[in-house]
């Protein structure tokens, strides 16, 4: 039986996206290096599914190791969450950032034309829509970025675009993530950062845990409602299902079609922390600093394209993302 590879799958968002695939009766294979997670995750897909899962601990630049998993089982799709993603250590190891995610693109994609296989799904991300689009954003704005992170998302867009003109048969989804949350309902699997967060819900999570003292709001003076930051977040089991969606899409349709997931609306960090507050039943403890470099004042997603072609939008809301975060904090204080 043809299977789907799921590079990354023992991360954050794919071991979610695991899951809805198992759920949704695709048998998958898991390719992981595990540079940015731990095996534990795979125990626990397996877990909340039942199921086993069959799962290479690999680096997707090793072509031997990759090649031998197309050797060894049929894959005829691969759904590539894979790669390095904190924007500021890309700043300071550009080189790293492209090697892994530019670097190990590469491999997965020779080595899916060495056996024939042309539907990828890829981990995009709104970062591609740089700092100068109007908001909403829509997937036919230009792209471009800011740091090396976002060079490489908006480069793996255009090697798998120029793929699909080359080869009428190829064909790829590229998901334009805005800002994933949340946790599995059963609080066994979730956002496990390593050393200090760099986004907010981990990092609200870590004060409201006890982890970490006080919260610095990047900034109370943006042009937006309550002078803080905006960003669409979205559920990643909501993120997930999504996958599961783009895939059937992509085996329908030959090309290359990027597509936004986000709710389409967007959240100030202050409406988060109140939120987050509820969820735990205590105070977040916050001081206003300085504005963060780089970051800009509001995005959120135009998310028409997503409810068109795959028929998806997202269905949590914001309650139950701090919920299913704060159950997943108080679960596991110490990460998996
Ligand atoms: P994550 O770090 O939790 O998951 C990525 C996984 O890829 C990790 O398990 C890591 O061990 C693995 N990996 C990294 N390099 C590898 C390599 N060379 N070979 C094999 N495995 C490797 O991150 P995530 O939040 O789950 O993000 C998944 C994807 O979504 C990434 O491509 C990321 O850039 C993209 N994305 C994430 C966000 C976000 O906010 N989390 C937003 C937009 C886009
Ligand atoms: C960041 C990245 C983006 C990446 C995304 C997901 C930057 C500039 N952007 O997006 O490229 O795709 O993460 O990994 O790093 N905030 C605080 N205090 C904190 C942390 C964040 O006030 O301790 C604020 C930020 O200023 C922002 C909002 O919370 O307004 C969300 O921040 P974050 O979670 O880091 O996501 P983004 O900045 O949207």
């Avoid at 626990?44 to 799962?55: A, C, L, N, P, Q």
């Avoid at 507050?277 to 470099?293: F, L, T, V």
């Avoid at 959120?300 to 139950?320: D, M």
Wanted: with cysteine; glycine share 8%.
């Amino acid at each position: 039986m043809s299977k789907i590879l799921i590079t990354g799958g023992a991360g954050f968002i794919g071991s979610h996206a695991c899951v809805e695939f198992i759920n949704a009766g695709f048998p998958i294979v898991v390719l992981d290096n595990l540079s940015n997670s731990k095996e534990e995750s795979i125990r626990r897909i397996e877990k909340i599914t039942g199921k086993t899962v069959t799962f290479y601990k690999a680096d997707m630049r090793d072509a031997a190791a990759v090649r031998r998993i197309f050797e060894e089982q049929q894959i005829d799709a691969v759904v590539h969450f894979a790669g390095f993603k904190a924007v500021g250590e890309s700043v300071a190891k550009p080189l790293d950032y492209y090697e892994n995610n530019i670097g190990g693109t590469f491999v997965l994609l020779q080595i899916m034309r060495e056996y024939g296989c042309k539907t990828i799904v890829f981990s995009s991300s709104a970062t591609v829509y740089g700092m100068h689009n109007p908001i909403p954003y829509v997937e036919d704005m230009p792209t471009s970025a800011t740091n090396p992170y976002g060079y490489t998302k908006v480069m793996i867009e255009q090697i798998l675009h120029d793929i699909c003109i080359s080869d009428p048969e190829f064909r790829a989804v590229a998901l334009r993530y805005f800002n994933p949350i949340g946790a599995h309902k059963s609080g066994l699997i979730g956002e496990d950062p390593n050393g200090i967060p760099n986004n907010l819900l981990p990092y609200i999570g870590q004060v409201a845990v006890g982890k970490l003292q006080q919260l610095s709001i990047f900034g109370n003076d943006y042009d937006t409602p309550d002078g803080t930051g905006v960003r669409d977040y979205i559920h990643v089991l909501d993120l997930a299902k999504g996958h599961v969606s783009a895939l059937k899409y992509a085996k329908e349709h030959a090309g290359f079609m990027p597509i936004n997931l986000g709710t389409g609306h967007g959240i100030s960090v202050l409406e988060m922390v109140h939120a987050y507050e509820k969820a735990c039943g205590k105070p977040i403890s916050y001081r206003i600093a300085d504005r963060r470099p780089g970051d800009i004042s509001a995005n959120y997603a135009n998310a028409s394209r997503a409810k068109e072609l795959l028929n998806w939008q997202a269905e949590e809301t914001l309650e139950t993302m701090c919920e299913d975060s704060w159950r997943f904090m108080q679960q596991n204080p110490n990460g998996l």
